[in-house]
């Protein structure tokens, strides 16, 4: 199994920045591809962006295109998201996920999350 724990959330102005983190422990970083998923109030968990084992392919749900970056350091087994040109409509809570058979981009996928960190963005 595998705990991630995600930090770096907070309150940023509309076109803001923030880079969210994600430590994990447990079994081998590397063994896992990862992704970030977001849930905003009253609506579904959706899909933000994933990076493969070793981070040589990368993906993003299309409004997030362009804006957001997402990377891995296998040797400190972190995962991060860098968020900029952020807008109220990022609001929500950000959870890490973690599966080891494929990318996770959809939620079924996913084989461990985080309990989440909670990004505002003010207008």
């Known amino acids: 199994q595998v705990q991630l724990v995600e930090s770096g959330g907070g309150l940023v102005q509309s076109g803001g920045s923030l880079r969210l983190s994600c430590a994990a422990s447990g079994r081998t970083f590397s063994r896992y591809a990862m992704g970030w998923f977001r849930q905003a109030p009253g609506k579904e968990r959706e899909f933000v962006s994933a990076?493969?084992?070793?981070?040589?392919?990368?993906y993003y749900a299309d409004s997030m295109k362009g804006r957001f970056t997402i990377s891995r350091d296998n040797a400190k087994s972190m995962l991060y998201l860098q968020m900029n040109l952020l807008e109220p409509g990022d609001t929500a809570v950000y959870h890490c996920?973690?599966?080891?058979?494929?990318?996770?981009?959809?939620?079924?996928?996913?084989?461990?999350w985080g309990v989440g960190t909670q990004v505002t963005v003010s207008s």
């Open positions: 990076i493969s084992w070793s981070g040589d392919r990368t």
């Open positions: 996920a973690a599966t080891s058979t494929v990318v996770p981009t959809k939620t079924e996928l996913v084989g461990y």
